[in-house]
T-cell receptor, first 114, second 114 residues
Framework: GQQVMQIPQYQHVQEGEDFTTYCNSSTTLSNIQWYKQRPGGHPVFLIQ?????EVKKQKRLTFQFGEAKKNSSLHITATQTTDVGTYFCAGGKNSGGSNYKLTFGKGTLLTVNP | NAGVMQNPRHLVRRRGQEARLRCSPM?????VYWYRQLPEEGLKFMVY????????ESGMPKERFSAEFPKEGPSILRIQQVVRGDSAAYFC????????????FGPGTRLTVT
């Protein structure tokens, strides 16, 4: 079945440093979504990428979708303590005409030292 | 504008008992998804339901687990004869339509089986 691998599993940075997490799928995706989960919290939607090669920005966050639609990355510039949490990618694959089924990566836990 | 609601937030059951987890989707959302999350793991898709219909239950164990989304009332995930391995966080998410849409997650139910 479809697998979504995410690296690194953990990342500890000093406040102000940059951070990147990478996501790779074993199959071509119809879309990729990114979620953030704070410790003890629930996943919160950040963004969705649909087009090949797409790049989207949200303030200090930059999201990319690979040309082959099999990989994606999330880059945070100048991390802040509020960025702490686990970042998950979730791949959607067209299954019988519906893209509802998301396969989540295991996530990257980001900790930030103030 | 209430978000996705789940109850109970924490549930403790002894081995062999039944666990009932409830999920009320966001207003106007008729698509519900259930996920299971083990510690330091990503979210595993379990089942996707629309009102009165199970669309995809491919991620749900064949035995002891069942889900429903009746015409009136919340969606319910039922686990019969719980075992220690069922201990996990169970998240419900909803979306207004299926396909390339973000999923809104509830706060989750933390199930502990003693």
């Amino acid at each position: 079945g479809q697998q979504v691998m995410q690296i690194p599993q953990y990342q500890h940075v000093q406040e102000g440093e940059d951070f990147t997490t990478y996501c790779n799928s074993s199959t071509t995706l119809s879309n990729i979504q990114w979620y953030k989960q704070r410790p003890g919290g629930h996943p919160v939607f950040l963004i969705q990428l649909v087009k090949s090669g797409e790049v989207k920005k949200q303030k200090r966050l930059t999201f990319q979708f690979g040309e082959a639609k099999k990989n994606s990355s999330l880059h945070i510039t100048a991390t802040q303590t509020t960025d702490v949490g686990t970042y998950f990618c979730a791949g959607g694959k067209n299954s019988g005409g519906s893209n509802y089924k998301l396969t989540f990566g295991k996530g990257t836990l980001l900790t930030v030292n103030p | 504008n209430a978000g996705v609601m789940q109850n109970p937030r924490h549930l403790v059951r002894r081995r062999g008992q039944e666990a009932r987890l409830r999920c009320s989707p966001m207003k106007g959302h008729s698509h519900v998804y259930w996920y299971r999350q083990l510690p330091e793991e990503g979210l595993k898709f379990m089942v996707y339901l629309q009102k009165e219909n199970i669309i995809d239950e491919s991620g749900m164990p064949k035995e002891r687990f069942s889900a429903e989304f009746p015409k009136e009332g919340p969606s319910i995930l039922r686990i019969q004869q719980v075992v220690r391995g069922d201990s996990a966080a169970y998240f419900c998410a909803s979306s207004p339509m299926a396909g390339d849409y973000e999923q809104y997650f509830g706060p989750g139910t933390r199930l502990t089986v003693t």
